[in-house]
T-cell receptor, first 112, second 114 residues
Framework: GENVEQHPSTLSVQEGDSAVIKCTYS??????FPWYKQELGKRPQLIID?????GEKKDQRIAVTLNKTAKHFSLHITETQPEDSAVYFC???????????FGAGTQVVVTP | DTEVTQTPKHLVMGMTNKKSLKCEQH?????MYWYKQKAKKPPELMFV???????INESVPSRFSPECPNSSLLNLHLHALQPEDSALYLC?????????????FGQGTRLTVV
């Protein structure tokens, strides 16, 4: 089955700096790669996603890149703000059942 | 309406109790999911329903019993749980049971087994 690895497990950044989280996946057939943000005590919320036919996608301060050959994808957050502090999960899915395989998560702390 | 609603928000139950978690969505999604999330861990898939039929059971113990009465509702019946079953239980739905569609999560039920 699919295996997703996520690094780093924790990330501390100064407000205004950029944050980068990296994930690798094992199954080359995976075709959908969402990123979820989960604040303490709340539900995971989709912040951006990318499909296997696209190499890069951007939404304001957030961008995701996908390298299918290397089987890795990354989340980039620019101009970080304290409200970006949360746990971020990458995920990959490969089959017809919409089954998400999550990475272990990255705790991001943005200090003012 | 882009919400997945779960009730109750919190639940404390004894190991001999029977309780049910409920999930509802009105987005016309035909795939619904139960995930279990322990503290500081990612969500783990438990069950997938596709067009109201159980399509995936991730080797979940029989003390967890899912039910999908109709396309908008998903229940999780709990019986004889163990303290290690304490976790956040998340319901999610997606438009189709395809590999490239967004899953919307409910706010979860925080379950404590005593």
């Amino acid at each position: 089955g699919e295996n997703v690895e996520q690094h780093p497990s924790t990330l501390s950044v100064q407000e205004g700096d950029s944050a980068v989280i990296k994930c690798t996946y094992s199954d080359s057939a995976s075709n959908y790669f969402p990123w979820y943000k989960q604040e303490l005590g709340k539900r995971p919320q989709l912040i951006i996603d990318i499909r296997s036919n696209v190499g890069e996608k951007k939404d304001q301060r957030i961008a995701v890149t996908l390298n299918k050959t290397a089987k890795h994808f990354s989340l980039h957050i620019t101009e970080t703000q304290p409200e970006d502090s949360a746990v971020y999960f990458c995920a990959a899915t490969l089959d017809s059942w919409g089954k998400l395989q999550f990475g272990a998560g990255t705790q991001v702390v943005v200090t003012p | 309406d882009t919400e997945v609603t779960q009730t109750p928000k919190h639940l404390v139950m004894g190991m001999t109790n029977k309780k049910s978690l409920k999930c509802e969505q009105h987005m016309g999604h035909r795939a619904m999911y139960w995930y279990k999330q322990k503290a500081k861990k990612p969500p783990e898939l438990m069950f997938v329903y596709s067009y109201e039929k159980l399509s995936i059971n991730e080797s979940v113990p029989s003390r967890f019993s899912p039910e999908c009465p109709n396309s908008s509702l998903l229940n999780l019946h709990l019986h004889a749980l163990q303290p290690e079953d304490s976790a956040l239980y998340l319901c999610a739905s997606s438009q189709e049971n395809q590999g490239d569609t967004e899953a919307f999560f409910g706010q979860g039920t925080r379950l404590t087994v005593v």
